[in-house]
């Protein structure tokens, strides 16, 4: 099993340019979700799913975009970057809804945005 | 307002003496909290956990103790190791939440001395 993989590792973005950050998983994980890594401040969520065609917003969700067409990819959109989504973002999964599920990180993708 | 936090950015420890990691959080309704390991280039992993109901909760090396009037919990890592040099998350979540959401401290960044 390859778990969660992201890419790209790095991405430099302008100002006003869109792109997507790709996710996928291998493990038949129902919930998948997207948080963003920022100094001093944790991890905070943006999007998640709990199953297939479902996502819901989280802590942070502005300016993002997802959906969830298959069990195994979660892309995240960024339909207009901006400098304040310069981050690192990271995909998770886990088996379950539960918190009791473990939940399993990608590697992360850096993202810098001028 | 930050739920969640770890007021030390950093930890230095000498090799074979113990590590301990703080987390004091606000919310009264979580019920859960975890610890997550951070490798440099690397996605989080899940370390330990502990259910409100309990008041430590221990693997090997790892114990984490929850003083839930005071909304504290700490992790203590006995003995440290070189190879532990990573960032500490603290994570809380309200059990049985649909999403699986977790709030995350800022990070505690542990070094461990030879």
């Known amino acids: 099993n390859a778990g969660v993989t992201q890419t790209p590792k790095f991405q430099v973005l302008k100002t006003g340019q869109s792109m997507t950050l790709q996710c996928a998983q291998d493990?038949?994980?129902?919930?998948m979700s997207w948080y963003r890594q920022d100094p001093g401040m944790g991890l905070r969520l943006i999007h998640y799913?709990?199953?297939?065609?479902?996502?819901d917003q989280g802590e942070v969700p502005n300016g993002y975009n997802v959906s969830r067409s298959t069990t195994e990819d979660f892309p995240l959109r960024l339909l207009s970057a901006a400098p304040s989504q310069t981050s690192v973002y990271f995909c998770?999964?886990?088996?379950?809804?539960?918190?009791?599920?473990?939940?399993?990180f990608g590697p992360g993708t850096r993202l810098t945005v001028l | 307002d930050q739920q969640v936090k770890q007021n030390s950015p950093s930890l230095s420890v000498q090799e074979g003496r113990i590590s301990i990691l703080n987390c004091d959080y606000t919310?009264?309704?979580?019920?859960?909290f975890l610890w997550y390991k951070k490798y440099p280039a690397e996605g989080p992993t899940f370390l330990i956990s502990?259910?409100?109901?309990?008041d430590k909760n221990e693997d090997g090396r790892f114990t984490v103790f929850l003083n839930k009037s005071a909304k504290h919990l700490s992790l203590h890592i006995v003995p440290s190791q070189p190879g532990d040099s990573a960032v500490y998350f603290c994570?809380?979540?309200?059990?049985?939440?649909?999403?699986?959401?977790?709030?995350f401290g800022g990070g505690t960044r542990l070094m461990v001395k030879p």
């Open positions: 998770a999964s886990s088996p379950g809804t539960s918190t009791y599920n473990e939940q399993f």
């Open positions: 493990m038949n994980h129902e919930y």
């Open positions: 799913s709990v199953g297939a065609g479902i996502t």
């Open positions: 919310n009264s309704m979580f019920d859960y």
């Open positions: 502990i259910s409100s109901i309990k």
């Open positions: 994570a809380a979540s309200v059990r049985n939440n649909a999403g699986n959401m977790l709030t």
